[in-house]
């Protein structure tokens, strides 16, 4: 069992920038962030493999949203730049990827609890 704690979120300008973190219990293989904003499903943000050398990312984040972990700290993080109000929502990042579909909520095994990020309009 692995337990995953989200960081970093809270309250920022347009255009501003937050990086969430997600620290795990142990060990982990790929992993990745979803978002959920209010009355909307939980939708794919982006995925990083075990090593870290091959990532995705959604269209609507790419170009601004960076994933990276540091397997040493058991950590994931998501440097999230250019924040608009459309990026509000609770970040959860989830670990063990068991399918090839990583954009799925059910293809990870274990997930965190979640951190608000609110972009101020």
């Known amino acids: 069992q692995v337990q995953l704690v989200e960081s970093g979120g809270g309250a920022v300008q347009i255009g501003g920038s937050l990086r969430l973190s997600c620290a795990a219990s142990?060990?982990?293989?790929?992993m990745g962030w979803f978002r959920q904003a209010p009355g909307k499903e939980r939708e794919f943000v982006s995925t990083?493999?075990?090593?870290?050398?091959?990532?995705y990312y959604s269209d609507s984040v790419k170009g601004r949203f960076t994933i990276s972990r540091d397997n040493a700290k058991n950590t994931m993080y998501l440097q999230m730049n250019s924040l608009n109000p459309e990026d509000t929502a609770i970040y959860y990042c989830?670990?063990?990827?068991?399918?090839?579909?990583?954009?799925?909520?059910?293809?990870?095994?274990?997930w965190g609890q979640g951190t608000q990020v609110t972009v101020a309009s």
């Open positions: 142990g060990p982990t293989l790929a």
């Open positions: 990083i493999n075990q090593n870290g050398g091959i990532t």
């Open positions: 989830a670990a063990d990827l068991s399918t090839p579909f990583y954009y799925e909520t059910n293809a990870y095994k274990y």
